[in-house]
């Protein structure tokens, strides 16, 4: 689903789904945003 | 009447995944705003937003929701969490003033604008304590300090950092407390489920983002009570309430904005995203 964040398996690296071509079988992705100090629940 | 909501967020997690299917199937039209890559002017020009009767605010970064709620508001579009709610909820010290002043126990708290200062309170109220940031979450740079070496340690590597939030000190007494808390997840009037968060082994805090387990809580009448009490204090809505079951009985010591409920809906099985999208549809009417 866009905007959700994957993790690559091999090194964690944090990537966000910028959009899903079913047909093609593409996946965009973007690097995540890095970790904000006011993040949280 | 059909509601229209649209779901605001920086980070799609399992929450507002849990959120889009609930209102879905609830016959809610529903859309899903990422807050990077949609900016809001501050004119009167509501845009796109006249379609929404109501807004869930989502982010993740509590700045960046705190403003696109009161950007939001100034349209006049109702938003759950509403800024003053996100304002206090989202700033540990303002949070504690609130519970305080309506009366809610939650631990002793200090507030220090110095790291003078900070060390003083700390060696006069004796070790250990607690020193939380006021903005941010998931036990994150919570520091609970043993001693003065600690506290000295503590407060060097705050000098060094660049926010300014870090130079204000929120130090707390260290409550002694069996190896869990209770996180309740408060929607609008109601306690819609409670869960014990057990601290991981090797770690004194019990968030789920450490690793915490959790198990269905079940809360007697005066904890809810007193969880209604906290929620209602920080204006209300849709809130994590924290507490922890001291020996002189229940201690409030956070209440969370945007909560994360996947632990808790998967310990009680109960569906807490409906329940949300409920409340939404009642504000939307309103």
């Keep these: 689903m866009p905007g959700e964040i994957i993790a690559c398996p091999d090194c964690g690296t944090e990537y966000e789904v910028v959009s899903i071509d079913p047909e093609a079988g593409e996946v965009e992705l973007k690097p995540a945003e890095e970790v904000g100090e006011d993040w949280g629940e | 009447m059909v509601t ?41 020009d509501v845009g796109r937003w006249k379609d929404e009767d109501v807004v869930l605010q989502r982010c993740i970064s509590h700045y960046r929701g705190l403003y696109y709620t ?10 759950v969490n509403s800024f003053e709610t996100s304002l206090v909820s989202g700033n540990k010290l303002l949070t504690t003033l609130k519970l305080a002043k309506a009366g809610v126990p939650t631990p002793r708290t200090y507030a220090a604008f110095s790291d003078e200062a900070a060390l003083n309170i700390m060696e006069s109220i004796g070790y250990p304590v607690v020193v939380k940031p006021i903005v941010g979450s998931w036990g994150r740079l919570i520091a609970r ?16 950092s660049s926010d300014p939030l870090q130079h204000i000190y929120y130090l707390q007494e260290y409550v002694d407390r ?19 968060r057990y601290q991981p082994p090797g770690d004194w805090r019990t968030n789920v983002a450490r690793g915490g387990r959790v198990e269905a809580a079940i809360l007697t009448g005066e904890q809810r009570e007193m969880i209604l009490k906290a929620a209602g204090a920080v204006g209300g809505g849709v809130l994590g309430v924290d507490a922890m079951e001291a020996r002189e009985g229940l201690l409030v010591h956070e209440v969370n904005n945007t909560v994360e409920f996947k632990g808790a809906s998967q310990a009680t099985g109960l569906d807490i995203a409906s329940r949300i999208v409920d409340y939404a549809k009642i504000i939307g009417s309103r």
């Design chain 2, 70 to 79: 009161a950007i939001l508001e100034s349209m006049g579009i109702p938003v």
């Design chain 2, 145 to 160: 300090i043993d001693d003065r070496d600690d506290a000295s340690l503590l407060i060097e590597a705050r000098r060094l």
């Design chain 2, 178 to 196: 069996p190896p869990r808390d209770i996180r309740a997840i408060v929607v609008g009037e109601d306690v819609v489920a409670a869960i014990y």
């Design chain 2, 4 to 44: 229209r909501l649209a779901i605001v967020y920086d980070r799609l997690r399992w929450e507002e995944k849990k959120l889009y299917t609930s209102a879905k199937d609830a016959g809610v039209e529903v859309t899903l705003v990422d807050a990077k890559t949609n900016g809001l002017t501050l004119f009167d």
